[in-house]
């Protein structure tokens, strides 16, 4: 038996460590720990509820805007502002640029390498690269010179003796399994996104200002005027713009980012059955298709359990608790207890070894994770939620249409997509649902500029006198890496509390009371780990969730009940 | 190691020589070189060894590294990326764990006083460090180590520069700048900004490795290529806001034409930054040509001082400028506002003019 420390995880948003237990050339047992802690939620305590938004965006600026979005609809919720319909087209292009942009990087910059031998490349034929390319997709980028020029990049990069990023890497593991060619092809497309994603991030650029870190929220709506008679709005030159942006966004999508994928999974069609954990699936549902509360959204929200495809449960805010048992931090009630965000508490209280430390005691706290648990049990979000979810609900129908495409194109039935491969090959069938999807919100903007509506702003609810003296709300929001959601208090005008349970947080944190394991913690275990000084599998799984550490911690729970506070004191 | 010519390298790319030369005279540009700097930049690109770059991620969002993946002119931005020696960037290396470690100290263990380290996010003093550990040491064990045996350090973003978001009231965990959890690092220069500007990165490694020193400062550290500025003196609604035309509410006329932001809190004439003139995303966009007022993100302390961002400047805590639309007032911060740039302006002629002799402590 041998104990795996694997610190920093890189690749990843922020600081993840891994401790595992390995025996017979497999994982037995798996910790997740974050080992950074800011306390936004803190600092957020006695500021104007309009600026929230802005600090909530800084816990990532990975999956930036994601937290802009959560923070600004708990905000609306509490005063009972309504954005209108130009603000509901910008905030649903904004969120799927984010997604698919993200899914993109994460793919080809965050997880590829643990799948691509950069070194085997070398040895490629481009001519066969060529051969390969051309057999999967008719992305224009693929003769025999093209592979060839790519090769020759690399080569003198290698030659040169700096090997940068790329050093120390586990080249020539046993693990890597794909030819020299289709590594080749992949180190092609490492270098493509990383040009694409500049450009298709733009769109970013033209609603929000920039990118990392959009500057055009606001409570109750939108700070991007929309007129087409106006050169500082939105007009017909920037919806052109973005037309061509999306289209850019479509044909990389699909001819380069889901053929790769498929193409690549076809070499490790064993991890369809590697890397499931917990079995346990859950989504809020996201891109509202009409104004107003309670209104359609494109991707449905619901429930799977245990893996079983054919019942979906609904989603109850009041069925989320946060255990504490393994994480630093202290509750009143006692520390094997559960607590819903409307009764948290926060008290940070490190307990782990004093730095420098060789390894953690995982029979103790452990992590800057809670764990975060649905009716007691723990679930996993993210893309592969979110389109099971929407596959087993059969709507939008085109999630079912890409997802069967897929899994005859690898020979393999719906089970397999339980599973690390699974996690991949959902995101990027997410990113083309979501790119495809842009243009709809696109022509609805298009549309109210035709019918002079350009309204951007609930304006009745701007002022702070229009607010209820005591207030709270909750705002939810499917992000990259999964269910997101935000609470807030508002008291006289200033936030009284405020408190996040994030994705990662709910896939990465750490055992509950129960001892029952964290979603990373059990799709660990089995998996199979061909050498511990080398524990690349580890990183496929891991990777596979797209950790994102700045989001999970946290979260510092500071929402409190009268009652609750009674107590404290 | 094999000595490998950069033209080679370029046109092994598909670069041309005169998108190279196109790429230094940008480059000449944002540092405020007169265009005859372009073949100096693109002699010193293609004359020197590549330098070692470490960059450290702390109390981060990762915000300044995906920053750094929109660098513009994206070709010849590879080639700066391959020109430097990135030894270690957790965000995006291949190897993890103890692979990475190895990584982060043969290249300290070798390099000493020669690398360059950029630093992202804050660094937590709370409860002995354990806010903040990689490898199971403390940020700040890193820090001093890393940074302590630097030639120069570069706190990229508001959060390495300035303590930032974690250090912003009640500070939670201690979180402390570069400046103050190494005292005495060498060549610290600050590039705030939440996030950091690509371009504005990019360009203090040019400039670098063009002059061989390191770019003048201000009282913060902070280039006064990039930062020698503030935001209103070089916005495209200064017309505006000289004229009196304001927006008054989000959507309004006003707004949708582009008039002035100061009224919905802007923070530009508080604000030393560059993104005016610059942008965002390729030249793209930026905040207020967006629709959104400054939010003051390149300043010390920004999340303390220049909020409630929705509220104009002379009723923002803790900075005390006085009535901006006032006459009087508005002389008052134009004196301030031109001293600094005068300053700015004649150390730069100073030290352009100046011979080798004369720039020693630059190395």
Redesign the interface.
């Known amino acids: 038996m041998a104990r795996i420390?694997?610190?920093?995880?890189?690749?990843?948003?922020?600081?993840l460590r891994v401790e595992a237990e390995v025996d017979g050339g497999a994982v037995t047992q798996a910790w997740s720990s974050s080992?950074?802690?800011?306390?936004?939620e803190?600092?957020l305590r006695?500021?104007?509820p309009?600026?929230a938004w802005?600090?909530a965006q800084?816990?990532?600026?990975?999956c930036?805007t994601v937290h802009a979005i959560a923070s600004i609809r708990a905000v609306e919720k509490a005063i009972g502002a309504v954005p209108p319909s130009n603000a509901r087209q910008l905030r649903n292009l904004i969120m799927a640029a984010q997604n698919v942009q993200d899914h993109v990087?994460h793919f080809y910059?965050?997880h590829a390498?643990d799948w691509v031998d950069?070194v085997s490349a070398l040895g490629a034929d481009p001519a066969k690269t060529s051969s390969l390319a051309q057999s999967i997709s008719d992305w224009p980028l693929s003769s025999t010179n093209y592979f060839a020029?790519v090769q020759?990049?690399i080569k003198?990069?290698v030659?040169?003796?700096?090997l940068?990023?790329?050093?120390?890497?586990?080249w020539g593991h046993p693990a890597y399994r794909l030819p020299p060619e289709a590594n080749l092809l992949a180190v092609a497309h490492y270098?493509e996104a990383?040009?694409w994603?500049?450009r298709f991030?733009?769109i970013?650029?033209?609603?929000?200002?920039?990118?990392?870190?959009l500057?055009?929220f606001?409570v109750?709506?939108m700070?991007?005027?929309?007129?087409p008679d106006?050169?500082?709005?939105l007009n017909m030159e920037t919806i052109a713009a973005l037309d061509k942006l999306i289209a850019d966004g479509i044909a990389f999508v699909s001819r380069v980012y889901v053929p790769d994928v498929l193409a690549i999974a076809s070499f490790y069609k064993d991890w369809a059955s590697i890397g499931a954990g917990i079995g346990n699936y859950m989504c809020y549902g996201e891109y509202p298709e009409e104004d107003g509360e309670n209104a359609r959204l494109f991707l449905p929200a619901g429930i799977i359990y245990g893996r079983d495809l054919t019942k979906i449960a609904n989603v109850d805010q009041a069925k989320i608790s946060e255990w504490v048992a393994h994480s630093w931090y202290d509750y009143s009630v006692g520390d094997d207890k559960g607590l819903n965000p409307y009764q948290g508490e926060t008290k940070?209280h490190?307990t782990?070894p004093?730095?420098?430390?060789?390894r953690l005691d995982v029979a103790q706290k452990y992590s800057w994770l809670k764990s975060p648990r649905y009716d007691g049990v723990p679930m996993e979000v993210g893309p592969l939620a979110r389109t099971l979810v929407a596959y087993a609900s059969g709507r939008p129908a085109r999630v079912k249409e890409l997802v069967d495409k897929a899994l005859s194109t690898l020979g393999v039935g719906p089970e397999a997509l339980f599973s690390t491969l699974g996690r991949i090959a959902a995101r990027a069938i997410e990113a083309q649902i979501l790119v495809e999807s842009m243009d709809n919100w696109v022509r609805g903007l298009a549309e109210n500029m035709g019918r002079h509506d350009?309204?951007?702003?609930d304006?009745s609810k701007?002022d702070p006198s229009s607010w209820p003296s005591d207030c709270a709300g909750a705002g939810f929001h499917e992000a990259p890496r999964g269910s997101l959601g935000h609470w807030v208090r508002i008291g006289n005008g200033t936030i009284v509390n405020y408190q996040c349970v994030v994705p990662s947080t709910w896939n990465a944190g750490p055992r509950d009371a129960a001892g029952h394991p964290g979603p990373y913690e059990a799709a660990l275990v089995g998996t199979p780990v061909a050498n511990p000084e080398?524990?690349l599998e580890i990183?496929r799984t891991v990777h596979s969730f797209d950790p994102c550490m700045?989001c999970g911690v946290h979260v510092?729970d500071t929402m409190k009940r009268e009652v609750a506070r009674v107590r404290v004191m | 190691m094999i000595a490998h010519s950069v033209t080679q390298e370029l046109e092994d790319r598909g670069i041309s020589r005169r998108d190279f030369l196109q790429f230094c005279t940008a480059m000449a540009v944002v540092l405020g070189f007169p265009d005859s700097a372009a073949q100096a930049i693109a002699a010193a690109i293609e004359g020197e060894p590549r330098p070692i770059l470490i960059w450290l991620e702390f109390q981060d969002c990762a915000g300044n590294t995906e920053s750094f993946l929109r660098a513009t002119h994206p070709t010849v931005a590879d080639l700066i990326l391959d020109t430097i020696s990135l030894n270690y960037h957790e965000t995006l290396m291949a190897a993890a764990g103890s692979q990475a470690e190895a990584a982060l100290a043969q290249t300290v263990r070798d390099n000493a006083g020669k690398y360059v380290v950029l630093v992202e996010g804050s660094i937590p003093t709370g409860a002995d460090g354990a806010y903040c550990t990689i490898g199971g040491r403390s940020a700040l064990q890193i820090a001093r180590e890393v940074c302590g045996n630097a030639a120069a350090t570069i706190a990229v973003g508001t959060c390495a520069a300035f303590g930032g978001i974690p250090a912003a009231r009640p500070n939670p965990t201690g979180a402390v700048s570069v400046a103050d959890a190494v005292p005495g690092v060498k060549n610290l220069i600050n590039l705030p900004a939440c996030p950091a500007n690509a371009e504005n990165i990019t360009a203090l490694i040019v400039y670098y490795m063009t002059l061989k020193r390191w770019p003048p400062l201000d009282l913060y550290r902070r280039p006064l290529f990039a930062y020698g500025k503030t935001i209103h003196d070089n916005c495209e609604r200064r017309a505006q806001f000289d004229a009196g035309q304001y927006v008054e509410s989000w959507g309004d006329e006003a707004h949708r034409h582009g008039y002035c932001l100061y009224k919905m809190g802007c923070k530009g004439p508080a604000t030393s930054q560059n993104c005016p003139s610059i942008k965002w995303n390729e030249g793209t966009n930026w905040p207020v040509g967006c629709g959104h007022p400054c939010i003051g993100c390149a300043e010390p302390n920004f999340w303390d001082t220049m909020t409630p961002f929705y509220q104009r400047l002379p009723n923002v805590a803790g900075f005390n400028v006085g009535r901006w639309v006032d006459p009087v007032g508005l002389g008052l911060t134009g004196l301030v506002t031109a001293a600094v740039v005068v300053h700015g302006v004649s150390e730069v002629a100073r030290r352009r003019a100046g011979t080798d002799q004369s720039e020693s402590e630059s190395k």
Not at chain 1, 7 to 14: A, M
Not at chain 1, 204 to 213: D, E, F, Y
Not at chain 1, 223 to 227: G, S
Not at chain 1, 354 to 358: H, L, Q, T
């Open positions: 420390v694997v610190d920093p995880v890189s690749r990843i948003e922020g600081h080992t950074m802690f800011r306390g936004i803190l600092i006695g500021r104007d309009r600026d802005a600090f800084r816990i990532c600026g990975v930036t990087v910059h965050l390498l950069v020029g020759d990049r003198t990069f030659q040169r003796g700096q940068g990023p790329f050093a120390n890497g586990y270098l990383l040009e994603q500049r991030i733009k970013h650029a033209i609603l929000g200002g920039k990118n990392p870190h500057q055009s606001l109750g709506g700070a991007t005027p929309v007129d106006a050169q500082s709005s940070p490190y782990g004093k730095p420098p430390y060789e350009y309204r951007i702003q304006n701007w080398q524990p990183l700045a510092v």
